[in-house]
C-alpha cells in the first residue's frame, strides 16, 4: 500500500479524484469491516494523496448506511493525518445561498443509529470535541477555494447540524433548526468528525450548499432533483479546490491539535489491554507529534 499523508473523502457528486496520477486501488480491511469503497492512493504533483468515496463511487449507501469507523481507520492505516470532507448541505440562512460554499467550524450532532467512537469494550477515552475542525487546515481549506474558484461566495465558519436522514426535514424540524443557530443541514459529517479526532487527524469539511432545505417561503423546498443539480455545477470546482488543498498542505504541514488528541484523552492505560484491542489504539496513536 503506499502511504499518504493527506486524505480526501468525497460525497455526493464527488466520486473519483481528478488528476490522480499512478492511481492505485487499495482494499483495505478494518477491524470495524470494510470502507466504503476501496481508496484509491496516487499522486498529484508528486504529493501523495489517499481518496474515498463516502458513498461508495456509484452511490450506493445511504449516510445511515456508511461504514464511517472502517472508513476513518483504513486512512488511519494509510498514514493519513490530514483530512478534506466534501459534502452537500441544505442552507439554514439567508445570507447563505445555493451555491455558495462553507466551511463548517462546529456541528450539532442528531444523528441516532451510528456507531461514534473506536473505544468501549473495555478502552475508555473521551476525546475533546470542543473545536472539531483544525483552524490551521480550515484556514488552508479557505485559501483553496480563494486561489481555484475565486467566483465562490465562501463562508469560513458556520454551525453544520447533522441529521440522520435519509428524508429531508419537515417543515418544523427546519425551523427548529434555525432556531438553535444552526448555519447548514447535512447527513453525513457525524460522526466522521469525531472518529477523525480520535483518530488523531486533522480534520476540516467543505460544505457545498445545493438548496435553502424547506424552511424558506420564497424558494424551491429542497428535492433530490434540485440538489444534485446545483451539487453538480460545483463538482469541478471541487476538484480544483481539492487540488489546490493539497499542494498548500504538503507545502505547510500544519501543526494540528487533532494530531496529539489522545495525549490526556485515553483513561486505559494500554498495557492492560489484549490483542486486538492493544493494536487498534496503537493504530490510533501512530503518527503523533
Keep these: 500500500m503506499i502511504k499518504a499523508e493527506i486524505g480526501i473523502i468525497g460525497g455526493s457528486g464527488l466520486y473519483r479524484m481528478a488528476n490522480l496520477h499512478n492511481a492505485v486501488e487499495n482494499t483495505i480491511g478494518t477491524p470495524f ?6 481508496i484509491v492512493t496516487g499522486e498529484i504533483d508528486g504529493i501523495p494523496v489517499a481518496f474515498l468515496a463516502r458513498h461508495d463511487r456509484d452511490h450506493s449507501l445511504l449516510p445511515s448506511e456508511v461504514p464511517y469507523r472502517a472508513n476513518i ?54 476525546v475533546s470535541m470542543a473545536h472539531p475542525v483544525c483552524d490551521n487546515l480550515g ?24 441529521i440522520e436522514g435519509p428524508q429531508f426535514s419537515s417543515l418544523v424540524e427546519s ?37 435553502y432545505d424547506c424552511w424558506h417561503s420564497r424558494e424551491a423546498h429542497v428535492t433530490t432533483e434540485l440538489a444534485i443539480t446545483n451539487l453538480m455545477k460545483n463538482a469541478e470546482r471541487a476538484q480544483n479546490i481539492a487540488i489546490a488543498a493539497i499542494r498548500l498542505i504538503a507545502i505547510t504541514k500544519p501543526q494540528s491539535s487533532a494530531h496529539d488528541a489522545l495525549k490526556q484523552a485515553l483513561v486505559t492505560p494500554i498495557e492492560t489491554l489484549q490483542e486486538p484491542k492493544k493494536g487498534i489504539i496503537n493504530t490510533l496513536l501512530a503518527n503523533c507529534q
Design 33 to 38: 469491516g470494510k470502507p466504503s469503497d476501496n
Design 73 to 126: 481507520f483504513a486512512l488511519k492505516q494509510l498514514g493519513v493525518r490530514y483530512l478534506l470532507s466534501f459534502s452537500a448541505v441544505g442552507s439554514l440562512r439567508e445570507d447563505i445561498a445555493p451555491l455558495d460554499m462553507v466551511i463548517p467550524d462546529q456541528y450539532l450532532d442528531l444523528t441516532k443509529k451510528r456507531d461514534s467512537t473506536f473505544f468501549g469494550d473495555g478502552v475508555v477515552a473521551h
Design 139 to 162: 484556514n488552508l481549506l479557505a485559501q483553496a477555494v480563494e486561489l481555484a474558484a475565486p467566483d465562490i461566495h465562501l463562508h469560513p465558519e458556520g454551525t453544520y447540524i447533522c
Design 175 to 211: 425551523n427548529w433548526y434555525r432556531s438553535m443557530g444552526a448555519s447548514v443541514i447535512g447527513m453525513t459529517n457525524m460522526p466522521e468528525a469525531k472518529l477523525a479526532r480520535e483518530a488523531q487527524i486533522a480534520y476540516a469539511s467543505l460544505a457545498m450548499v445545493t438548496d
